[in-house]
């Protein structure tokens, strides 16, 4: 199942269509009402662009952006002599400049720009807000004061922190998405537990557990990942990308107690995760990625039980899985899900020496 933002928001129209609610209806007006009233529905229907570029439709670099993770800059370090900046992590993989290909003396922090970049974090993605009703009775016209809202904050920082991500630099990833922790927190203690606002703590969560994994930290990634689970089980069962967000958590759980050899926490996590899935297929059994998911459980579980001396057990849930994938009928188009059941059917099979 290809992962969604837990922020995605419906797109708004284009510039040009909101230029066209502008036009003036009679051609033969005046130019100059017809400019003035264009311009005025310009600036009620246009949402405002970030200036420094940072928004989800396109893939910019801004003054503020590490040139080497692509993500705002985090623990600014400038290279000696040529002054140019990345983030700390980042350039300290390199000898030269990656810009000018000078020799890199030595680094130093730039706490100046940092604290730009740190201030520019605070106030982006903010959404517009009209005036105080004092304002109004003051002035007479209405206006609109418009912040950023190209981006809403959280799917702003969540897209900075997979940027880091990717680019190993994970203590920048970390930041950001505390940062998103720490905003929906603070959204939940005003308007309560909603479904979306769990959805996406949960989801950002999973993410933090993801990053304490990458750098060894097993006991910050289960913390994580059991807050993720927690936020989503409070949720409807109902929706498939929120079940499979909770099944990966309590894998991931799983996985990390499997490798610290408690294999009995390991079968708990596993089996939950399983029995998520076995209702969600449940519910939809037509979607092959449900199929899927439900076997690699039942093979992850099966695994489990060999290793603690449960052989009959574990025979039953690789031919439960070989069952399932044998059934399962893909479309032409998915290639991907059948690759992936091909690969674990491949498993499957060499567990029980086929």
Excluded: W
Excluded at 317 to 325: N, P
């Amino acid at each position: 199942m290809t992962p969604v933002c837990p922020f995605v928001k419906a797109a708004r129209p284009d510039d040009a269509s909101s230029k066209k609610l502008g036009e003036s209806p009679n051609k033969h007006g005046s130019e100059n009402e017809g400019k003035a009233k264009k311009e005025s529905s310009d600036s009620a229907s246009v949402s405002p662009k970030c200036p420094f570029g940072y928004d989800s439709g396109t893939f910019k670099l801004g003054p503020l952006s590490c040139m080497i993770c692509q993500a705002l800059l985090f623990d600014c370090s400038k290279c000696i002599p040529c002054s140019h900046v990345y983030c700390k992590v980042c350039i300290s993989r390199f000898k030269d400049c990656p810009l000018c290909g000078a020799d890199i003396e030595k680094t130093e922090a730039d706490t100046d720009l940092q604290s730009v970049v740190d201030r520019f974090i605070e106030g982006h993605a903010r959404i517009k807000r009209s005036n105080t009703d004092a304002d109004k009775d003051a002035g007479g016209d209405t206006k609109i004061v418009y912040e950023d809202v190209s981006l809403e904050r959280g799917a702003f920082l969540v897209q900075q922190a997979m940027r880091a991500f990717r680019a190993q630099n994970v203590e920048s990833a970390k930041s950001r998405l505390r940062l998103c922790v720490d905003d929906i927190r603070g959204q939940i203690e005003i308007m309560g537990n909603t479904s979306e606002l769990c959805s996406q703590l949960g989801a950002v969560l999973g993410t933090l557990g993801d990053c304490c994994r990458a750098t060894g930290d097993a006991s910050s990634a289960i913390n994580y990942f059991e807050e993720s689970v927690e936020f989503l089980t409070k949720l409807p069962t109902d929706n498939l990308e929120i079940t499979h967000t909770l099944s990966v958590s309590l894998n991931k759980i799983g996985d990390l107690k499997y490798y610290a050899g408690d294999m009995e926490a390991a079968r708990s996590f596993y089996s939950r995760s399983l029995n998520v899935r076995r209702d969600a297929m449940q519910h939809h059994p037509n979607v092959p990625s449900q199929t899927l998911d439900v076997a690699v459980s039942l093979a992850k579980v099966a695994d489990v039980d060999r290793s603690i001396g449960n052989e009959d057990d574990a025979a039953g849930g690789f031919q439960e899985a070989i069952k399932l994938l044998k059934s399962l009928t893909l479309k032409p188009e998915e290639v991907g899900l059948e690759q992936r059941r091909l690969s674990v059917l491949e498993f499957l099979n060499s567990q029980l020496g086929g």
